[in-house]
């Protein structure tokens, strides 16, 4: 079962624009996790923001979290077209002897030069 | 990017015949993953193992088996594929169960 839900599904947006997706999620985390994955690669990770943390950056990458509401969302700034790719949520849920991230369905983004 | 080699790339191949999968990593992460992907369904587990001869299952493992031997080879076997098994697997791996994980380019698998 999915953990994140990922809105927008698909963006599109021209260069220089700002870019935001959200995530929700369903139970008590331990930390999120932000990955983008272009067309035929891997996932690579970008971020991750701890249940204790509300906001987090790196370089153009902002991160919130507000874990009353249970949703995170991902802010990339002055985007590029090689900003293009699916952008992923993962949540590493309490409990258990080992810790497993849950995907939600991701966000596709497009940036037009 | 981190070491991580996943074979074959590409592979076609029918309906109940076997097939296995390969993830090797020069990096010597404890934990290693085996996920599909599919349209609509984001990224789902299938196994993962947190060392050598340790797995468990994961969301999807029905009609998949792993072994871990060595701690850089993670293999994904389906003993009769099946059409519903069509879909990019990846391999990932990290070095806690709650940090980042690192992935694979993927293997691209149809089966007719």
């Known amino acids: 079962s999915q953990q994140g839900e990922e809105d927008p599904q698909a963006l599109s947006i021209q260069e220089g624009e700002n870019a935001t997706m959200n995530c929700s999620y369903k139970?008590?985390?331990?930390?999120l996790q932000w990955y983008r994955q272009n067309s035929g690669r891997g996932l690579v990770h970008l971020i991750l923001i701890r249940s204790n943390e509300r906001e987090k950056h790196s370089g153009r990458l902002r991160v919130t979290l507000d874990t009353s509401k249970k949703s995170s969302s991902l802010l990339i700034t002055a985007s590029r077209a090689a900003d293009t790719a699916s952008y992923f949520c993962a949540t590493v849920a309490y409990g258990g002897a080992t810790n497993k991230l849950i995907f939600g369905t991701g966000t596709l983004l497009a940036v037009q030069p | 990017d981190a070491g991580i080699t996943q074979s074959p790339r590409h592979k076609v191949t029918e309906t109940g015949t076997p097939v296995t999968l390969r993830c090797h990593q020069t990096e010597n992460h404890r934990y290693m993953y085996w996920y599909r992907q599919d349209p609509g369904h984001g990224l789902r587990l299938i196994h993962y193992?947190?060392?050598?001869?340790?797995?468990d299952k994961g969301e999807v493992s029905d009609g998949y088996s792993v072994s871990r031997s060595k701690t850089e080879d993670f293999l994904l076997t389906l003993e009769s594929a099946t059409s519903s098994q069509t879909s990019v697997y990846f391999c990932?791996?990290?070095?806690?169960?709650?940090?980042?994980?690192?992935f694979g380019d993927g293997t691209r698998l149809s089966i007719l």
């Open positions: 193992s947190y060392g050598v001869k340790d797995t």
């Open positions: 990932a791996i990290s070095d806690h169960s709650n940090q980042p994980q690192h």
């Open positions: 139970t008590s985390i331990n930390n």
